[in-house]
């Protein structure tokens, strides 16, 4: 015989949602079920001693309710130890819950849970610090009644966006709170949905970006006056500019029609006009006529340079470039420098390939940047040095090597030496360190460059590129 076994096993109810419910339904079931099959278990027993009692020569009866016991103290068993892992969970439950809470309502940041109308649920300590509410007072209120009005299509946008497929935006708010005054936050929100996608509720963490706002704009008004400044102080420089380069060319015109008549005078003194000289006075004459040389080579320099100024961001204007036989410009500018050089003892050659090189420049300006490079290293090779000038070509440009045996130019100074009225030592040399830079700007203005590298051995390698005419030139013929 088998006793009544009670009420059947049911399933446990479904687990509420309620945040605040967590496992207590399922919780309190399994208890009941515990407590009710300890209860059958003891009543089954209780019938089972009756039965031994009542009817000892009963052993088929006997030997089922000791199965069906053996059967129920296991499942005993089993709910006794789901029992007691559903109270460990519960308990672990409630105090990762507790310490969820504890870190939402003291965070540093504004924090704060809404629905996906963006109704608050609920809000940390440190919002209602930033809104200046209490917090119970913001539970149940829509969120977009703290956005001002200029920012609130943002929030409702990115709230369309959340319910319709994001999972996560970030959105600048302007937020009023008490007072009327605004504050510039930075909102990121993510969204928790259920297994079935639906949205849940809406998570929203708040920065407040006030003070990176405003250092924003001052630092743009900042920079407004800043380049107001900048704009009056460039209108004033180029103004003074300006000023100094018209100061610059009429001085140097004045000292050049000035110089001429010195010049010319001394002619007429060397030669004999006013009759013949004597030794000393003709000495006189030449020292004039050499200081009349340096002056005009100056004043040249210095109106050369004027031009260049005064031509501003388009000098090739002022050139009239064609083509050039560049071994014709070297011979010449040779023949120019070769008494400069003999009176340094100062070997001059030129080396000229057999194929004669036609270059894209201006004729005069080609022989003045040719004559201020040789000058320039005649003048800085001590005596018994020699100067080698050579050219050759390539499929684009015209190039012409001036190597000397001079000391050379460090590397940190082979810029500086470019610069207008840069001197790299101290030299008795006449000059007023204009050459080289009005030499590279005519170099540029004809669509080449100079450039200045140690020479193997010792001394300076200067290297003035030009660009090379599609033109065959003519060798000249020598014979």
Known sequence: ????????????????????????????????????????LASLQSAIEVARRDR????????????AYEELAVAEEE???????????????????ERYHHLFDHAPVPYLVTDEYGVIREGNHTLGVLLR??????LGKPFA????????????SALNALNAHSDTATVSLNIVREGARIVRVEATAAVIRDRAGCLMEIRWLLVDRTR???????????????????AERTAELQHAQYLKDQLLATVSHEFRTGLAAIGGYADLLEMGVRGQLTDVQMADVRSIRSAYSHLATLINDLLDYSRIVAGGANPEAQLDVTDVVLGDALRTVAAMAAPQAASQNVTLTVELGSTAIL????????SQILLNLVSNAIKFTPPGGRIAISAQATETDAIVEIVDTGLGIPEEKREEIFKPFARLRASTAPGTGLGLAISRDLARAMGGDITVTNADESGSRFVLRLLRSTRFAVEPDLG
Do not use: C, Y
Request: hydrophobic content about 35%; overall charge positive.
């Open 359 to 366: 270059a894209r420049a201006d004729s005069e300006r080609l």
């Open 212 to 230: 990176r706002a405003r250092a924003e704009r001052a630092r743009r008004r900042m920079n407004v006056e800043l380049a107001r400044l900048v």
């Open 133 to 138: 509410t209490r917090r119970q007072r913001l």
């Open 79 to 97: 709910l006794r130890s789901q029992n007691e892992e559903l109270l460990r969970t519960h308990q672990l439950l409630v105090s990762e819950r």
């Open 56 to 67: 000892p020569t009963d052993g088929a009866g006997t030997d089922e309710l000791i199965r």
């Open 145 to 156: 009644v703290f956005i001002q009005d200029a920012s609130r299509r943002r929030f409702r």
């Open 1 to 40: 015989m088998v006793p009544d076994q009670g009420p059947q096993h049911k399933p446990p109810p479904a687990r509420s949602t309620t945040p605040d419910s967590g496992l207590a339904l399922p919780l309190a079931f399994w208890q009941d079920q515990v407590a009710q099959g300890r209860a059958r």
